[in-house]
């Protein structure tokens, strides 16, 4: 069974960093995207950024400049780096991935890991 699972949420001040992780675990063949999407109270999921197996990457604009995406390949591993956090970027941030096992391609969740920043 393919699994996500996040690690590293927190809290932190604002103007702090903080780094979580994903790494996805079981049987696979292949990984394809990686992103991380955050939700906040009564909010929707929004995409914050995410990573090709290449390594390209795109962002949110509220997060360019500040958040980093990076992925280990080797390790199944993603992660993002959160510099110059603030208030807004309180959420739970959620993994995710397109993944290629048994023929077939699925998409995976994470369970989320909270991020807290106070002001």
């Known amino acids: 069974q393919v699994r996500l699972v996040e690690s590293g949420g927190g809290l932190v001040q604002a103007g702090g960093s903080l780094t979580v992780s994903c790494a996805a675990s079981g049987r696979f063949d292949y990984i394809d995207f990686m992103a991380w999407y955050r939700q906040a109270p009564g909010k929707q999921r929004d995409l914050v950024g995410k990573?090709?197996?290449?390594?390209?990457?795109d962002y949110a604009d509220s997060v360019k400049g500040r958040f980093t995406i990076s992925r280990d390949n080797a390790q199944n591993t993603v992660y993002l780096r959160m510099n110059s956090l603030n208030a807004e970027d309180t959420a739970v941030y959620y993994c995710n991935a397109y993944i290629y096992q048994g023929r077939q391609w699925d998409e995976y969740w994470g369970q989320g890991t909270q991020v807290t920043v106070s002001s």
């Open positions: 990573i090709t197996s290449g390594q390209s990457t």
